[in-house]
């Protein structure tokens, strides 16, 4: 089978740094992404890892170790609109193509 | 920006109905997918298709069917609708750049089912 588990729910002050760990088990990773979600509207993607290191895309990065099944995605410099869920997503290989499966996602909530 | 359209945005019907959840896309992908989620969960695959006439169960099962007859269009049809299936329903498309785990997202289909 396969698991991803994402934390449920993180709550951080505007201009603060904020990380989402996602780790996986899972058999045919072929890479991880990162999606936002505004109250249950279109998930819009963030950003892909498939090799190690660190991902930069303004104020938002994000980071895969393959060897850890570990990722986490950096929101910095926080802002109110930024309080939303995210979810960490697995690409996996299927025998002739790819599929992406979900975590749980994890609320993020900025405070004033 | 995603050229991706789900109609209806909500849906309220009666146990019993048939119903179909219209999915179209401008952008000439070849794959499309239909996700279910319940308010504040995770999004589970339920059907995808990787070109025209060609449909594929997803990791969730579900007593849904779709179609493909044409790359733009991707509809899915609940026969006799139970207040089991009441969820959000989330269209995606992808072209090459799902090789890089990018879907586009339609705004979604929130279905109750009374």
Redesign the interface.
């Known amino acids: 089978g396969q698991s991803l588990e994402q934390p449920s729910e993180v709550t951080a002050v505007e201009g603060a740094i904020v990380q989402i760990n996602c780790t996986y088990q899972t058999s045919g990773f072929y890479?991880?992404?990162w999606y936002q979600q505004h109250d249950?509207?279109?998930?819009?993607?963030l950003s892909?890892n498939?090799l190690d290191g660190l991902e930069e895309t303004g104020r938002f990065s994000s980071f895969l170790s393959r060897s850890d099944s570990y990722g986490y995605l950096l929101l910095q410099e926080l802002q109110m609109k930024d309080s939303a869920?995210y979810?960490c997503?697995v690409?996996l290989t299927l025998s002739?193509?790819?599929?992406?499966?979900?975590?749980?996602?994890t609320?993020v909530t900025v405070r004033a | 920006e995603?050229d991706i359209y789900q109609t209806p945005r909500y849906l309220v019907i009666g146990t019993g109905k048939k119903i179909t959840l219209e999915c179209s896309q401008t952008m000439g992908h070849d794959?499309m997918?239909w996700?279910q989620?319940d308010?504040?969960?995770?999004?589970?695959?339920i059907h995808?298709s990787?070109g025209v006439n060609s449909t594929e169960k997803?990791?969730l099962s579900s007593e849904s069917t779709v179609s493909r007859i044409r790359t733009e269009h991707f509809p899915l049809t609940l026969e006799s609708a139970r207040p089991s299936h009441t969820s959000?329903y989330?269209c995606a498309s992808s072209g090459l750049a799902?090789?890089?785990?990018?879907?586009?997202?339609?705004?979604?289909s929130?279905l109750t089912v009374l």
Request: glycine share 20%.
């Open positions: 890479g991880l992404s249950g509207g279109a998930p819009t993607f892909y498939a869920s979810f997503a690409l002739n193509d790819y599929k992406l499966s979900f975590g749980a996602g609320t | 995603a794959k997918y996700y989620q308010p504040g969960m995770e999004l589970h695959l995808y990787y997803g990791d959000q989330l799902g090789e890089a785990g990018e879907l586009f997202f339609g705004e979604g929130r």
